[in-house]
């Protein structure tokens, strides 16, 4: 996945206008101006697309970080040069206090399944001998399950509806669906 489409789902998932986003930036210590995050959102083949680079997404994520849980004493973090969907996994988990149960249910509610110990290698520091990479799918089943909690949408796809069983009242992730 591209920086720009990680930034696109999450505005999209949170409902994010440009004040907002231009806010949470600053949470960052990044100013930004209105037509830089208009040509990151653009599609890849307009000609004003700009590409994302991974240390301005990391400094959303950690102004989104600030927003949902309250700005750090002291310094703040400095944004990562390179980022990883690993990075960006772990970001958005501390970002909304998610426990890994929250996690699995996210990418379960997204169409996909995935154990604890498989996310757990997703967790890990690179060079762990247990450390797996997180593939874009991963981060996008991840992304689509927050979309279907937090805008109440579900999963599209009829093939990914009939490999996944609905979670019941009584399964662990029935407080996410609504």
Request: charged residues 30%; contains cysteine; glycine residues 6%.
């Amino acid at each position: 996945m591209t920086n720009n489409d990680v930034l696109r789902r999450i505005r999209y998932i949170f409902d994010f206008n440009d004040a907002k986003m231009i806010a949470i930036f600053a949470l960052a210590d990044l100013q930004v101006k209105r037509g830089d995050i208009i040509a990151w959102l653009l599609k890849d083949d307009d000609p004003a697309y700009e590409d994302c680079n991974g240390r301005t997404l990391a400094t959303f994520l950690n102004g989104l970080i600030s927003e949902k849980r309250g700005k750090r004493p002291g310094p703040q973090p400095e944004p990562e040069h390179h980022l990883t969907n690993n990075i960006v996994l772990m970001k958005l988990k501390i970002a909304l206090n998610l426990q890994s149960e929250d996690i699995i249910a996210m990418v379960t509610l997204g169409g996909f399944r995935l154990s604890a110990p498989e996310l757990s290698s997703f967790m890990r520091r690179p060079g762990h001998r247990n450390y797996r990479e997180c593939k874009d799918q991963v981060l996008r089943y991840f992304l689509k399950g927050l979309q279907v909690k937090y805008r109440g949408e579900q999963v599209e796809s009829a093939e990914t509806a009939e490999s996944t069983k609905t979670p019941t009242a009584n399964s662990p992730y029935a407080k996410w669906i609504k």
